[in-house]
């Protein structure tokens, strides 16, 4: 296995991080202005990289207080023999450690910035890696998700469900 590499993730182009995302099948389509924006409102950005290719990422925002690790990315090329989804880089193994090492240095960062907690949320196959960084299932915690085609569909719906009837207005 090559040398791996670890930056700021001020060494990673938007274009380049496009397609990281697209190579991994991400299931978000961003565009470079988002991309962007993106990156620079991260707490902490750490990239990983193989003879010069970005093979992973791992991304941390917080509000000073709180922390949310927003993503640990890694290529499953990377992952080691038994990964099997091979799903938008979902950590499933981490034989080698590099997504181990992306995540531990994001949660340094946000530790030293005084964030008194950081939370994510696992799917499936990132239970296991997750709870081997540290991290528990919280009692009665349901993680829940909302994408911005769904907001704009119940944002129409409860908007008509809160206009009081003719009737009420008069």
Not at 48 to 71: H, P, W, Y
Not at 89 to 117: C, P
Not at 142 to 149: A, C, F, I, N
Request: negative net charge; glycine residues 10%.
């Amino acid at each position: 296995m090559a040398d791996v590499v670890y930056g700021t993730g001020r060494d990673v182009t938007p274009d380049e991080l496009t397609e990281f995302y697209r190579r991994l099948q991400h299931d978000i389509a961003a565009q470079p202005k988002q991309i962007k924006k993106m990156m620079r409102n991260s707490a902490a950005f750490v990239t990983a990289r193989a003879d010069g290719k970005l093979i992973g990422i791992a991304r941390g925002v917080c509000d000073g207080l709180r922390g949310f690790l927003t993503e640990c990315k890694l290529d499953p090329a990377y992952q080691g023999p038994a990964a099997v989804t091979r799903t938008e880089g979902r950590i499933e193994h981490d034989t080698n450690g590099i997504a181990a090492a992306l995540a531990q240095r994001v949660l340094t960062a946000m530790y030293d910035e005084g964030v008194q907690r950081v939370d994510l949320v696992a799917y499936g196959t990132e239970v296991d890696f997750c709870e081997e960084l540290g991290f528990h299932r919280g009692p009665g915690l349901v993680g829940m998700t909302m994408k911005s085609e769904d907001w704009v569909a119940g944002r129409t719906r409860l908007s008509a469900a809160a206009t009081p009837p003719a009737a009420a207005q008069a």
